[in-house]
């Protein structure tokens, strides 16, 4: 997925945190391609099961609420299959690592004037949904994560990184995240408004 440079650079201070706390850590290719079939096929049935009896509704949840009247039975089974592979994958990273480490956002924040990112790095985006992969795909997981302060771009906008764990081990992930802000400060300072 694109990842805004600005985005990367601060994300890429966390592994150096973690190392100075006493932590091993490894940079890994996960895959996990099948989180976008997953989250955007249950996403949009869940909007025409909660919306799709409205009027009146903004673009984007009319436009979600027209996605989920296109899912069929068979979508839904590509879907849970999708998300039943992606449970393996995760169960065997977990086997080795303890937590996994990742941006929150592919961007920094974005004026309030601009509905969505449409593109990052000269990449144009399919739609309002993608500049979020990064914590959707994440979130289809079912597996328990914070987001804590990474630090800031150089025009002080905050970044943040995710700490996922594997089910059921939110304690550990909230450990995890404590020690991280503690160890960097960096939610006691202000964003550039």
């Known amino acids: 997925m694109p990842v805004d440079p600005r985005t990367a650079a601060v ?11 006493g932590a091993r850590v490894e940079q890994v290719e996960l895959d996990l391609s099948d989180a ?38 068979a979508d839904l089974a590509r879907a849970e299959t999708a998300r039943s592979r992606l449970y ?4 065997a990273f977990f086997d080795t690592y303890d937590v996994l480490i990742a941006p929150v956002s592919q961007v920094p ?4 004037e601009h509905p969505h990112v449409s593109e990052i ?42 700490i996922v764990g594997r089910p059921f081990e939110d304690a550990r992930v909230l450990r995890v995240a ?3 802000e503690q160890a960097t400060g ?3 300072r202000r964003p550039v408004l």
């Open 36 to 73: 976008e079939d997953a989250f955007r096929t249950y996403r949009a049935w869940n909007y025409l099961l909660v919306h799709g009896d409205k009027s009146g509704l903004g673009p984007n949840t009319a436009w979600n609420v027209e996605q989920g009247r296109k899912v069929t039975g």
């Open 186 to 188: 960096h939610g006691l």
């Open 121 to 162: 790095n000269g990449q144009k985006l399919p739609d309002y949904l993608a500049w979020m992969r990064s914590a959707y795909w994440i979130s289809v997981l079912h597996a328990p994560a914070a987001s804590v302060p990474a630090g800031f771009t150089g025009d002080g906008l905050p970044v943040g990184v995710q």
């Open 88 to 91: 393996q994958r995760m169960a």
């Open 109 to 112: 924040p974005f004026p309030v």
């Open 178 to 180: 404590r020690a991280f």
């Open 11 to 21: 994300t890429a201070t966390a592994p150096g945190v973690f190392e100075r706390l």
